[in-house]
């Protein structure tokens, strides 16, 4: 699978940012979603994951409460809505495809296919 991620860009404070990415292929339905992020200096961090199905999702605590995870099986989508951005959530936004569905060691793992980064940038 082939994933293409869009939709990041310089955002003040407070603001909200939707992040879309796009799979190529007929299987998209196969594969649990996930979102990470990787600000400079900084090792990646898990954002967000949502199953197969969109009926689980999961949360890194720093963006709980502020970022939803969805996904559109029959348009190969999964996007990433961010509110109350804060400076802090500056980062490289990442997309990736997973075999194996979500579950509690979701946060852990390492996806087996990635998009290219998009850049999400949140002045104070």
């Known amino acids: 699978v082939q994933l293409q991620a869009s939709g990041g860009g310089l955002v003040q404070a407070g603001g909200s940012l939707r992040l879309s990415c796009t799979a190529s292929?007929?299987?998209?339905?196969?594969?649990?979603m996930y979102w990470f992020r990787q600000a400079p200096g900084k090792e990646r961090e898990f954002v967000a994951a949502?199953?197969?199905?969109?009926?689980?999702?999961l949360y890194g605590d720093s963006v709980k409460g502020r970022f939803i995870i969805s996904r559109d099986n029959a348009k190969n989508t999964v996007n990433l809505q961010m509110n109350s951005l804060k400076p802090e959530d500056t980062a490289v936004y990442y997309c990736?495809?997973?075999?194996?569905?979500?579950?509690?060691?979701?946060?852990?793992?390492?996806?087996?296919?990635w998009g290219q980064g998009t850049l999400v940038t949140v002045s104070s």
């Open positions: 292929g007929r299987t998209f339905s196969s594969y649990a």
């Open positions: 949502i199953s197969r199905g969109g009926g689980t999702t």
């Open positions: 990736a495809a997973d075999l194996s569905d979500v579950g509690p060691w979701s946060r852990l793992r390492t996806p087996d296919y």
